[in-house]
């Protein structure tokens, strides 16, 4: 409205135009989880590289597969993924008690933190200040810096107190007071620094039982019954859209996570196991084809590849890692509603495959709904196969495919972020229009990038909402329905070329 008109003149009013641009989100953020030596296991972490992972995670690790999966995924053409540590729940956190003083703990259990020490230096300006640095001894008995922080005081309500300093900004280690002291402790080096004293080192951080994928205190780690922590970890991020748990092939499981998944318009890309074989996937992937398929796909079979920590000597690994990447890949290159499969779908780092699939039994396999990776002389190693666990010829699902399934779970995911304008606003035809006007905006501009069939808009999508969606009753209860449909694009699974010969220029 305008201000109140009290002087004669003219008035300038700003009128809302009702667009609410809506953006497409990212389809192609994964989520690893699985057992690493180091990391936090209270929430998903951010990494956008391997070094990153490294850093934060340990790397790769000869106990483990998910540092290779997360490698692969990466060298695949994956941007960003969210790790889950899993640990077992008796490993154990490294301590340190300096000067009867400070009591520093490393942040998260592991033997990681056994190779720790604090260094403590007073300053020469200050008696209450003093500077902490987290090093490592085992790689530098002098101590190789890993953080430090300055002008720290042992005072609670100094802005610069330790514990509230460690707790919100280190990566390695938290802080408690012993009593009430009021200097800092003792430096560590009292003299000219040298090697570190045993009583700055941290100590009794134990690793507890490697968790290994398909057994029980791996599951429950992953799942666990109180739903907090494992996977439900992920819920306090803002999206992912793959899920990955390397080796996992238990059918139980599987079918948790594919619920999982579901309810969180994600994907599952699930492994089969190391020893599947054609005689015991003959009769399909087995007891993970119910409802919530549709957002899972299955690969066989495991991928070789060099293991740097064998000398770059091949081994089989689980294929969900270069899938994932495939996916990113594929997604950045061509968009969602490409399918992640065919020639230009080949692993990167891939030497070949666990078991040499023919066509004919590649031909068995496929209508099944299992994802088969091939190696070919010309193209290499590729996925070559784009279908989801419901995508068995038998079911005649409409979610066959997974570039089907990936783009509507795409189109759902932008709608639901880019329509939470409309909430409380007036439920007439004056916000239908909007709602029409914006997300008929997207709908083209997704038709525009040849993400639907149809030569037209009227036959590749259509959004409805008016007096025929929502109705007075909906009106009353509050309700405003939006009907959105599009026209997917299916892979061209099946090329068929027919020939013929021409009888030639006969003479009549």
């Known amino acids: 409205m305008p201000s109140t008109l009290t002087y004669p003149g003219v008035y300038i009013e700003e009128i809302s135009s009702g667009v609410h641009t809506i953006a497409g989100v990212a389809t192609s953020i994964a989520a690893f989880a699985g057992w690493a030596p180091f990391g936090p296991v209270d929430r998903a972490g951010l990494v956008l590289g391997f070094a990153d992972f490294a850093r934060k995670y340990g790397g790769l690790d000869s106990r483990s597969v998910l540092g290779h999966a997360v490698n692969q995924f990466f060298a695949n053409g994956g941007q960003r993924a969210y790790i889950v540590r899993l640990a077992d729940g008796e490993a154990d956190l490294a301590t340190v008690t300096l000067d009867g003083k400070l009591v520093v703990t490393a942040s998260n259990p592991g033997q990681w933190a056994n190779d720790c020490a604090i260094v403590i230096k007073k300053s020469t300006f200050d008696a209450t200040r003093f500077r902490l640095t987290v090093v490592n001894w085992k790689v530098d008995p002098a101590g190789k810096v890993m953080e430090s922080f300055d002008n720290l005081s042992m005072d609670p309500a100094d802005a610069r107190y330790v514990v509230s300093v460690l707790a919100s900004q280190s990566s390695y280690v938290t802080a ?9 402790p003792a430096d560590t080096f009292p003299g000219a620094p040298g090697n570190i004293p045993d009583t700055a080192k941290l100590g009794g951080g134990g690793d507890g039982a490697v968790l290994e994928p398909n057994k029980a205190p791996f599951e429950t780690a992953l799942l666990p019954v109180s739903g907090t922590g494992g996977l439900y970890n992920l819920d306090r991020i803002d999206l992912f859209n793959l899920l990955c748990v390397p080796g996992q092939t238990n059918p139980g499981t599987i079918a948790s996570l594919q619920k999982f998944c579901r309810d969180r318009r994600a994907f599952l890309i699930a492994d089969s196991a190391e020893t599947a074989s054609l005689d015991t996937l003959e009769d399909g992937p087995g007891d993970i084809t119910a409802a919530d398929a549709i957002n899972a ?3 066989f079979p495991w991928v070789i590849a060099a293991d740097p920590l064998q000398q770059n ?3 089989a690994f689980p294929p969900c890692g270069f899938v994932a990447g495939i996916y990113a890949r594929t997604d950045a290159t061509r968009g969602v509603w490409k399918a992640p499969a065919g020639s230009e779908a080949s692993l990167s780092g891939a030497l070949g495959v666990s078991t040499t699939l023919t066509n004919d039994e590649n031909g068995v396999l496929n209508p099944l709904a299992i994802n088969c990776i091939r190696h070919f002389p010309v193209y290499g190693t590729v996925v070559w196969g784009a279908r989801t666990l419901q995508g068995n010829d ?4 409409e979610w066959k ?6 783009t509507a779970l795409f189109i759902e995911e932008s709608l639901y972020r880019g329509t939470q304008w409309v909430v409380f606003e007036p439920n007439d035809e004056p916000l239908w229009s909007q709602i029409r006007l914006n997300v008929g905006a997207f709908m083209q501009d997704l038709f525009r990038q040849g993400a639907f069939q149809g030569s037209t808009p009227q036959e590749a999508y259509f959004v409805k909402c008016d007096k025929e969606t929502t109705t007075q009753n909906d009106i009353n209860l509050g309700v405003v329905n939006i009907v959105v449909g599009f026209a ?6 099946f090329v068929v070329i027919q020939l013929q010969q021409m009888a030639g220029q006969l003479q009549t």
């Not at 408690?176 to 800092?184: E, I, K, N, V």
Request: charged share 25%; glycine share 6%; hydrophobic share 30%.
């Open 176 to 184: 408690a007071l012993q009593g009430t002291p009021a200097t800092p």
């Open 297 to 299: 796909a299955f690969y």
């Open 313 to 315: 000597r091949p081994r």
């Open 488 to 493: 997917p694009l299916k892979p061209a699974e």
């Open 401 to 406: 495919y997974i570039p089907v399934r990936r």
């Open 394 to 397: 038998e079911r005649g699902s």
